[in-house]
């Protein structure tokens, strides 16, 4: 992380740099095209674009982050290891293989959603036989749960 910050400054300071130089070539030749100035100004776009880069890289690395820390607050609510978490709110925790189990469950319903498939639906309320991501719920009951999971009874 330190070092995006460190590139994304120096890429900036080499922007801002790039900036000053055009503007004090134009100033000094009265605002007039000159090879120098033509100079400057490709330089500055180059700049410019490295500049962009090194927001996007920042930028990627701070979404990174930001659904790295997202997963493990949901991975500590639902598994109750976090102070506010669904322990202490009455809720039975669940084990986070249990929640990654429900989280591909889900995923794999909106995939079949999304492609149009009508059994979805009726692959996870009719015991998991259907077409697409219904079948990889094996042996859901009803309730659309793995009956493999205590917790599950539970709910």
């Known amino acids: 992380m330190e070092s995006t910050v460190e590139s994304l400054n120096a890429a900036y300071q080499d922007f801002i740099s790039a900036a000053t130089v055009v503007l ?3 100033q000094s ?3 007039e095209e000159t090879p120098a100035a033509a100079a400057a100004l490709e330089s500055f776009k180059q700049k410019w674009e490295l500049f962009r880069v090194a927001c996007d890289q920042a930028e990627e690395l701070v979404e ?3 659904q ?3 997963s493990e607050c949901l991975v500590d609510e639902a598994t109750g290891g976090g102070a506010s978490g669904a322990a202490s709110q009455g809720i039975p925790p669940i084990s986070a293989v249990r ?3 429900m989280s ?3 995923r794999w319903l909106v995939i079949d ?3 149009g498939s009508g059994g979805a639906a009726g692959g996870v309320a009719g015991g998991g036989a259907g077409h697409g991501g219904g079948a990889h719920l094996h042996g859901t009951g009803p309730t659309g749960f793995d ?3 205590s917790e599950d009874g539970a709910q």
Do not use: D, P
């Open 64 to 66: 990174s982050v930001r």
């Open 99 to 101: 929640l990654e189990q």
């Open 29 to 31: 030749f009265g605002g």
């Open 113 to 115: 959603l999304q492609h």
């Open 68 to 70: 790295r820390i997202g």
């Open 104 to 106: 591909k469950a889900v």
């Open 147 to 149: 009956a493999r999971f």
């Open 24 to 26: 004090e070539s134009r």
